[in-house]
């Protein structure tokens, strides 16, 4: 489980409850050095870019990824740029990135969006001709995203790679994801809203046991 840009006692509170940190890109959001202290990956910023009715934001990711990679951040794999509710263009857009600037990088996550089928992922070859992906990213529109994540988890494990399920603030989509086999997920809600009880009544424990 990834907490979104925690800081401070946020961050002190992932540590807790053994949360790995999600880095966001985004102007606003720098890179703290305290964030090696636990596992990280990084999200491109894609949906955020979404939101806000602009297209994926290269420099923004590129920018991110310097400044995570001079402040000595190892991360565990991070989000291939895609295109949010995109089908076959985000897969195109992301094979493109695969093959060019992300060739040599050791490990990447492939998002899947809205519109793209396991049939698509088969016919491109993503598994033989990219061994760097290691993970499948279930983003996407909510209703989509949990109407396949199942699939997507059920092809990911067959292919021997990981899946992530994005955006799993609730108990509802912690349990959701649980049901369907996610290897992990995010949220930036936990840290933005400090609603840790979610978290925390997931996994079990209780305030006598964290603190």
């Not at 925690?6 to 305290?34: F, W, Y």
């Not at 695969?98 to 969006?113: D, G, I």
């Not at 992990?184 to 809203?193: E, I, K, L, M, P």
Request: aromatic share 10%.
């Amino acid at each position: 489980m990834y907490a979104g840009n925690p800081d401070g006692k946020k961050l002190e509170h992932c540590k807790r409850l053994g949360l790995g940190v999600m880095i966001a890109t985004s102007s606003d959001v720098r890179v703290n050095q305290a964030w090696k202290a636990v596992s990280c990956v990084m999200d491109n910023g894609a949906f955020r870019a979404w939101q806000r009715g602009y297209p994926f934001q290269r420099w923004a990711f590129d920018q991110q990824m310097r400044e995570t990679f001079s402040s000595g951040i190892d991360l565990e794999w991070f989000v291939c740029p895609d295109i949010v509710a995109g089908g076959k263009r985000s897969l195109a857009f992301s094979i493109e990135w695969l093959r060019c600037e992300l060739r040599t990088a050791p490990s990447v996550a492939l998002a899947v969006q809205d519109g793209m089928s396991i049939q698509d992922i088969k016919d491109a070859c993503i598994m033989s001709r990219f061994p760097n992906v290691s993970h499948i990213f279930v983003g996407g529109t909510e209703d989509w995203k949990w109407e396949t994540a199942g699939d997507w988890v059920e092809f990911a494990h067959a292919n021997g790679r990981k899946c992530h399920i994005g955006r799993c603030g609730t108990l509802d989509h912690l349990r959701a994801a649980e049901r369907v086999g996610a290897d992990s997920v995010d949220s930036t809600s936990w840290a933005r809203n400090d609603s840790w009880h979610i978290v925390e009544e997931f996994l079990g424990k209780t305030q006598t046991e964290l603190f």
